[in-house]
């Protein structure tokens, strides 16, 4: 997920530009990038790090005052974040400068053909083969406008497109397929944005694009056409949010805007995993097949959030590959001296890249020869550094202290590591592993089904405001779930929440029950009989104790009615991939109860979104 910015207009672009951009950081700030079109060229300055960077370089060495330009804040997903990979990206005759958010799935091939005709890439990154593809296109004698439909007809995976043709001045063109896109319409000044946030301080009339369309700004006007050159319609709308709402995408908080963003944040993991061949691939992987084959004892290491989504990772590894997992606390494993050969493989899973908890336990894992496969969503950060592997999730930045769609991305790096390890090791067949990711990339489509009953869990959330204790049980995969739905109610509305294996009740925790206790209850699908029947064994149990179930169960699981007091369905997903949709009414929950009891959901008291000490 990045920022991006257009404009064409009578002001100075350079002003409009950084401004939107400021606007737009909340979307990727490991690196910050503009291009101006000034008398039949292309000026661009760009630069790793913060927006600040960027504007310090500017200001040392100023760019010229034209009115026509585009910009780019950026979060890394091909290559890491240094001034070179940041965008806006040139073509070889710097004709053409583009920026982009998103991931060109089939870019290895075009920048193999690329190279093959003497192109000189400038960059790792996705983007930089459609910089040169456009002028390419240009070279044949097509505007940008055509050059455009003709490049993206090419393009595979999810794309939003900028650019500027420094023969063209008044011309910015865009294209969009899946990732998003707005225009802003102003007097004699038209802009592009991400979101209205990177231009509503000009204009609150926005137009809207469908997917695979490009859109051409001049000062004079707008034009839509589809990628094969048919005229479209943009639809147009006046945005009565304030800025703050804007950022926000008319959310209240980020972490309720992250929520909702966990189906374009699950496709987005999961784009460009399958080759042509139809095998797995994990790119970054970077540990060869040889190494993955002679691994026979995977311990996964983890804080938090991230500790959940290893503990999912477990039953998944152990059933499709047969390997043994253990999942540890990050804090804990070097304190028990854990046993750790050059056959081991240490899996470190961590959002931010930076807890030192975790750091640290791979430094360790290091030393005695273990190999060490990150899992993160933050591209140059120290744990995949100091990884020998690294497989990117493709969250975007989640600014919520609370982790949300950075839970649903791991859990998707860790189902792919599964598949990828069984791929390897020969512990599953071809069809099968086909089959799971079928069923994964379903998952963004269950999630929109969960999420369409917001609602429901909202009005459950204002039910349980004057409640101090909160219990929730699970099973199987559903055991972490449970214990990932007490830690957010935890963390943001600040109340007692404890997550239960729901076999363990009678062997303690069934004494806190009392009347009136709500207790959320993660129930298995029914696939799996035994599982599911203890399950509701559970329930039965903590009900007849005065408790009032609050159940998540599969939709058509009518055996559960006559023992939840509340019921609340989630689709018909295999127990392995449940925790997707399962914890998602649980975020819900939890933003919402924190919410009404007046708390700051994005940075609830106490806690740091990366924790940098031990
Ligand atoms: C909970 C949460 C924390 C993190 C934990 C690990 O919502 O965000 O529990 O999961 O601090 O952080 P990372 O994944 O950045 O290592």
Redesign the pocket.
């Known amino acids: 997920m990045c920022g991006i910015v257009g404009y064409v207009g009578a002001k100075p672009a350079e002003a409009v530009v950084i401004e939107g951009l400021r606007r737009l950081e909340y979307r990727g700030y490991d690196s910050a990038g503009i291009a101006l079109v000034d008398g039949g060229a292309i000026v661009s300055d760009k630069r790793a790090g913060k927006l600040a960077n960027l504007e310090k370089a500017i200001a040392d060495s100023p760019l010229p005052q034209v009115t026509t330009g585009i910009g780019h804040t950026r979060w890394a997903t091909h290559g890491p974040p240094t001034d070179r990979n940041a965008h806006p990206h040139l073509g070889r005759a710097r004709r053409v400068a583009l920026v982009h958010n998103g991931i060109i799935e089939n870019f290895a091939e075009l920048r193999g053909r690329l190279e093959s005709e003497g192109v000189e890439m400038a960059s790792d990154t996705d983007t930089e083969v459609a910089a040169h593809l456009l002028e390419e296109q240009l070279e044949t004698g097509v505007d940008l406008t055509v050059a455009m439909q003709n490049v993206c007809r090419g393009l595979e995976g999810a794309f939003t497109l900028v650019a500027v043709d420094s023969q063209d001045p008044d011309r910015v063109v865009a294209a969009r397929r899946n990732s998003p896109l707005v225009v802003g319409i102003g007097e004699g000044e038209n802009f592009l944005g991400s979101d209205v946030a990177a231009f509503i301080e000009h204009t609150r009339e926005a137009m809207e694009l469908d997917q695979d369309q490009v859109v051409t700004i001049t000062r004079e006007g707008v034009s839509v056409s589809g990628f094969d050159g048919t005229p479209a319609e943009g639809r147009r709308y006046h945005v009565d949010w304030d800025l703050s709402a804007a950022e926000k995408d008319g959310h209240d908080w980020f972490m309720r805007k992250e929520i909702f963003e966990q189906p374009r944040a699950l496709a987005d993991s999961l784009l460009g995993r399958r080759g042509t061949d139809g095998l797995l691939q994990l790119d970054e992987m970077r540990l060869s097949d040889q190494d993955l084959r002679d691994i026979d004892k995977i311990i996964i290491i ?6 959940y989504a290893g503990m999912v990772a477990k039953y998944a590894i152990e059933h499709w590959c047969r390997i043994p997992v253990e999942v540890e606390l ?1 804090s804990e494993f070097r304190y028990r001296d854990p046993i750790l050969t050059a056959s081991t493989l240490v899996v470190a ?7 030192a908890d ?1 750091l640290q336990a791979i430094r360790h894992a290091r030393v005695q020869r273990s190999k060490v496969l990150a899992i993160c ?2 591209n140059g950060s120290t ?1 995949p550094r100091e990884s020998d592997g690294v497989i990117y999730t493709h969250a975007g930045p989640e600014i919520g ?4 769609k ?2 649903l991305t ?1 859990l998707v790096a860790c189902y792919l590591l599964a598949l990828y390890l069984a791929q390897v090791k020969g512990t599953r067949f071809g069809d099968e592993i086909s089959q799971v990711m079928d069923q994964l990339e379903e998952m963004p489509g269950h999630v929109e089904t969960v999420l369409a009953k917001a609602e429901e869990v909202y009005a459950l959330a204002r039910d349980h405001v004057d409640n101090r204790s909160v219990l929730f049980l699970g099973r199987h995969a559903g055991y972490p779930v449970a214990l990932e739905g007490a ?2 109610l935890k ?1 943001i509305a600040y109340l007692h929440a404890e997550g239960f294996a729901a076999g363990e009740l009678k062997h303690g925790p069934i004494a806190l029950v009392e009347e009136g206790l709500p207790i959320l209850c993660v129930v298995p699908p029914r696939g799996r009989d035994q599982l599911h029947d203890k399950m509701i064994s559970g329930i039965q149990e903590v009900r007849a104790r005065g408790a009032r179930t609050l159940c998540l169960a599969e939709e058509g699981d009518t055996t559960i009615t006559p023992y939840a007091d509340v019921l609340i369905t989630l689709p018909q997903v295999p127990v392995l991939l449940q925790p997707i949709v399962a914890v998602v009414p649980l975020q819900l929950f939890a933003c919402e109860l924190a919410t009404q009891l007046g708390h700051d959901v994005d940075q609830p008291r106490n ?1 740091a ?3 940098t000490v031990e």
Request: glycine fraction near 10%; charged fraction near 10%.
């Open positions: 983890a804080a938090g959030t991230s500790f990050a899973i961590s959002q931010s890249g930076e807890t975790t969503n933050t744990i202290v609370a982790s949300t950075g839970f791991q830690l957010k963390e806690l979104k990366s924790v």
